[in-house]
Protein backbone atom coordinates (compact mmCIF):
# COMPACT_ATOMS: atom_id res chain seq x y z
CA UNK A 1 0.00 0.00 0.00
CA UNK A 2 1.16 3.50 -0.37
CA UNK A 3 3.29 5.11 2.81
CA UNK A 4 3.53 8.21 4.36
CA UNK A 5 3.82 10.68 1.54
CA UNK A 6 5.39 14.52 2.10
CA UNK A 7 5.17 17.56 -0.58
CA UNK A 8 6.84 19.46 -1.72
CA UNK A 9 10.14 17.56 -2.14
CA UNK A 10 12.16 20.96 -1.28
CA UNK A 11 11.01 24.40 -1.19
CA UNK A 12 13.23 27.13 -1.66
CA UNK A 13 12.05 30.87 -0.21
CA UNK A 14 13.44 34.00 1.09
CA UNK A 15 13.40 35.06 4.72
CA UNK A 16 10.15 36.60 5.87
CA UNK A 17 7.56 34.39 3.32
CA UNK A 18 5.46 32.25 4.90
CA UNK A 19 5.28 28.48 3.62
CA UNK A 20 2.94 25.62 3.78
CA UNK A 21 4.38 22.09 4.34
CA UNK A 22 2.18 18.89 3.59
CA UNK A 23 2.19 15.52 4.97
CA UNK A 24 -0.22 12.40 4.13
CA UNK A 25 -0.26 9.47 6.10
CA UNK A 26 -0.91 6.08 5.74
CA UNK A 27 -4.90 5.61 5.19
CA UNK A 28 -6.61 4.43 8.41
CA UNK A 29 -3.82 5.70 10.52
CA UNK A 30 -4.48 8.03 13.19
CA UNK A 31 -1.87 9.28 14.88
CA UNK A 32 0.41 11.55 13.20
CA UNK A 33 3.82 13.44 13.87
CA UNK A 34 5.51 16.08 12.37
CA UNK A 35 9.58 16.47 12.97
CA UNK A 36 12.27 18.80 12.11
CA UNK A 37 15.76 17.72 11.20
CA UNK A 38 18.31 20.48 11.06
CA UNK A 39 22.13 19.94 9.83
CA UNK A 40 23.88 17.18 11.75
CA UNK A 41 21.23 16.76 14.27
CA UNK A 42 18.92 14.00 15.30
CA UNK A 43 14.87 14.67 15.01
CA UNK A 44 13.45 17.40 16.72
CA UNK A 45 9.72 16.82 17.57
CA UNK A 46 7.55 19.41 16.76
CA UNK A 47 3.57 18.33 16.86
CA UNK A 48 1.76 15.18 17.28
CA UNK A 49 -2.16 14.73 16.42
CA UNK A 50 -3.59 11.75 17.84
CA UNK A 51 -7.55 11.11 16.27
CA UNK A 52 -9.99 13.70 18.03
CA UNK A 53 -7.50 14.56 21.14
CA UNK A 54 -6.10 18.14 21.11
CA UNK A 55 -2.49 18.20 19.13
CA UNK A 56 0.49 18.18 21.68
CA UNK A 57 2.11 21.21 20.49
CA UNK A 58 4.88 21.37 22.93
CA UNK A 59 7.55 20.93 20.57
CA UNK A 60 6.50 23.95 18.22
CA UNK A 61 9.59 26.38 18.68
CA UNK A 62 7.92 29.74 18.19
CA UNK A 63 3.93 31.18 17.35
CA UNK A 64 5.33 31.07 13.98
CA UNK A 65 5.45 27.41 13.50
CA UNK A 66 1.65 25.89 13.68
CA UNK A 67 -0.34 23.33 12.02
CA UNK A 68 -3.44 21.58 10.91
CA UNK A 69 -4.91 18.25 10.23
CA UNK A 70 -7.93 18.25 8.44
CA UNK A 71 -10.72 15.27 8.60
CA UNK A 72 -7.93 13.44 10.40
CA UNK A 73 -5.94 12.74 7.41
CA UNK A 74 -3.58 15.64 5.74
CA UNK A 75 -2.02 17.73 7.73
CA UNK A 76 -0.29 21.35 6.90
CA UNK A 77 2.35 22.45 8.91
CA UNK A 78 3.02 25.88 8.45
CA UNK A 79 5.65 28.24 8.98
CA UNK A 80 5.18 31.94 9.21
CA UNK A 81 7.55 34.81 8.78
CA UNK A 82 10.49 32.20 7.82
CA UNK A 83 13.61 32.88 9.00
CA UNK A 84 17.29 31.34 8.41
CA UNK A 85 17.23 29.06 10.82
CA UNK A 86 14.22 27.57 9.64
CA UNK A 87 15.81 25.74 7.08
CA UNK A 88 15.89 21.97 7.60
CA UNK A 89 14.22 18.89 6.93
CA UNK A 90 10.81 18.52 8.28
CA UNK A 91 9.64 14.78 8.17
CA UNK A 92 6.20 13.32 8.78
CA UNK A 93 5.27 10.34 10.58
CA UNK A 94 2.02 8.15 10.94
CA UNK A 95 1.29 5.25 13.20
CA UNK A 96 -1.93 3.12 13.33
CA UNK A 97 -2.68 4.14 16.79
CA UNK A 98 -1.06 6.48 20.16
CA UNK A 99 1.31 4.54 21.86
CA UNK A 100 5.24 4.45 21.65
CA UNK A 101 4.46 0.67 21.20
CA UNK A 102 3.19 1.42 17.77
CA UNK A 103 5.43 2.09 14.51
CA UNK A 104 5.80 5.22 13.37
CA UNK A 105 5.91 5.06 9.17
CA UNK A 106 7.77 8.20 8.13
CA UNK A 107 8.03 10.16 4.65
CA UNK A 108 10.82 11.11 2.57
CA UNK A 109 10.56 14.95 4.18
CA UNK A 110 10.40 18.35 2.78
CA UNK A 111 14.19 19.92 3.03
CA UNK A 112 13.36 23.98 3.39
CA UNK A 113 15.88 26.13 2.68
CA UNK A 114 15.09 29.50 3.63
CA UNK A 115 17.66 32.65 1.44
CA UNK B 1 13.70 15.03 29.98
CA UNK B 2 14.74 12.03 28.91
CA UNK B 3 17.93 12.46 26.55
CA UNK B 4 19.73 10.01 23.75
CA UNK B 5 23.56 9.94 23.28
CA UNK B 6 25.33 9.20 20.38
CA UNK B 7 29.00 9.15 21.09
CA UNK B 8 30.35 8.29 17.25
CA UNK B 9 29.12 10.77 15.16
CA UNK B 10 30.76 8.37 11.95
CA UNK B 11 31.54 4.85 11.61
CA UNK B 12 32.75 3.15 8.89
CA UNK B 13 33.15 -0.71 8.22
CA UNK B 14 34.21 -3.20 5.87
CA UNK B 15 32.03 -5.12 3.89
CA UNK B 16 31.23 -8.25 5.21
CA UNK B 17 32.34 -7.70 8.60
CA UNK B 18 30.43 -6.49 11.84
CA UNK B 19 30.31 -3.03 13.35
CA UNK B 20 28.46 -2.23 16.84
CA UNK B 21 26.86 1.46 16.94
CA UNK B 22 26.42 2.87 20.41
CA UNK B 23 23.83 4.44 22.42
CA UNK B 24 23.02 5.28 25.93
CA UNK B 25 19.71 7.34 27.26
CA UNK B 26 19.10 8.94 30.27
CA UNK B 27 15.42 8.02 31.64
CA UNK B 28 13.25 7.06 35.48
CA UNK B 29 10.67 5.24 33.63
CA UNK B 30 11.14 1.62 33.91
CA UNK B 31 8.62 0.34 30.94
CA UNK B 32 9.73 2.47 27.80
CA UNK B 33 10.93 1.34 24.07
CA UNK B 34 14.48 1.62 22.55
CA UNK B 35 14.42 1.98 18.73
CA UNK B 36 17.23 1.65 15.85
CA UNK B 37 16.07 4.04 12.96
CA UNK B 38 17.73 4.21 9.02
CA UNK B 39 17.76 6.61 7.43
CA UNK B 40 19.59 6.53 3.75
CA UNK B 41 20.03 9.55 1.11
CA UNK B 42 16.15 8.97 0.58
CA UNK B 43 15.66 10.68 3.78
CA UNK B 44 13.19 7.98 4.60
CA UNK B 45 13.53 6.90 8.37
CA UNK B 46 13.42 3.10 8.27
CA UNK B 47 12.92 1.04 11.85
CA UNK B 48 15.85 -1.11 11.88
CA UNK B 49 15.10 -3.10 15.42
CA UNK B 50 12.98 -1.82 18.62
CA UNK B 51 13.48 -3.55 21.84
CA UNK B 52 10.77 -3.20 24.83
CA UNK B 53 12.41 -2.35 27.83
CA UNK B 54 10.45 -5.17 30.49
CA UNK B 55 11.78 -8.15 27.79
CA UNK B 56 15.37 -9.11 29.09
CA UNK B 57 16.00 -11.05 25.90
CA UNK B 58 17.88 -9.16 22.99
CA UNK B 59 15.85 -7.96 19.55
CA UNK B 60 16.87 -9.84 16.37
CA UNK B 61 16.18 -8.87 13.30
CA UNK B 62 18.44 -10.84 10.48
CA UNK B 63 21.84 -9.16 10.50
CA UNK B 64 20.78 -6.69 12.95
CA UNK B 65 20.67 -7.15 16.61
CA UNK B 66 20.51 -4.78 19.78
CA UNK B 67 22.85 -5.75 22.95
CA UNK B 68 20.60 -3.63 25.39
CA UNK B 69 21.67 -3.38 29.32
CA UNK B 70 18.75 -1.68 31.17
CA UNK B 71 20.78 -1.12 34.24
CA UNK B 72 23.55 0.64 32.37
CA UNK B 73 21.23 2.41 30.09
CA UNK B 74 23.06 0.97 26.75
CA UNK B 75 21.34 -0.15 23.60
CA UNK B 76 23.81 -0.69 21.25
CA UNK B 77 22.95 -1.95 17.54
CA UNK B 78 25.20 -4.96 16.15
CA UNK B 79 25.16 -5.34 12.26
CA UNK B 80 26.72 -8.29 11.01
CA UNK B 81 28.00 -9.23 7.72
CA UNK B 82 27.84 -5.68 6.86
CA UNK B 83 26.59 -4.98 3.15
CA UNK B 84 26.77 -1.83 0.59
CA UNK B 85 23.21 -1.09 1.14
CA UNK B 86 23.59 -0.59 4.94
CA UNK B 87 25.32 2.70 4.60
CA UNK B 88 23.31 5.13 5.86
CA UNK B 89 22.74 7.89 9.36
CA UNK B 90 21.58 5.55 12.03
CA UNK B 91 19.11 7.01 14.87
CA UNK B 92 18.60 5.83 18.20
CA UNK B 93 15.39 6.65 19.94
CA UNK B 94 13.54 6.47 23.04
CA UNK B 95 9.96 6.13 23.79
CA UNK B 96 7.59 6.08 26.20
CA UNK B 97 3.46 5.96 26.81
CA UNK B 98 1.95 8.73 24.62
CA UNK B 99 4.76 10.91 24.65
CA UNK B 100 6.89 11.54 20.89
CA UNK B 101 9.75 9.83 20.25
CA UNK B 102 13.33 11.26 21.73
CA UNK B 103 16.07 10.73 18.90
CA UNK B 104 19.85 11.06 19.19
CA UNK B 105 22.06 12.92 16.81
CA UNK B 106 22.92 9.88 14.66
CA UNK B 107 25.69 7.97 13.47
CA UNK B 108 27.10 8.14 9.99
CA UNK B 109 27.90 4.73 8.92
CA UNK B 110 30.18 4.21 5.48
CA UNK B 111 30.63 0.95 4.24
CA UNK B 112 34.03 0.11 2.29
CA UNK B 113 33.96 -2.23 -0.62
Known amino acids: GAGVSQSPSNKVTEKGKDVELRCDPI?????LYWYRQSLGQGLEFLIY????????KSGLPSDRFSAERTGGSVSTLTIQRTQQEDSAVYLC?????????????FGPGTRLLVL | AQTVTQSQPEMSVQEAETVTLSCTYD???????LFWYKQPPSRQMILVIR??????QNATENRFSVNFQKAAKSFSLKISDSQLGDAAMYFC??????????FGKGTRLSVIA
Open chain 1, 93 to 105: ASSPREGVQETQY
Open chain 1, 27 to 31: SGHTA
Open chain 1, 49 to 56: FQGNSAPD
Open chain 2, 27 to 33: TSESDYY
Open chain 2, 51 to 56: QEAYKQ
Open chain 2, 93 to 102: AYGEGNTPLV
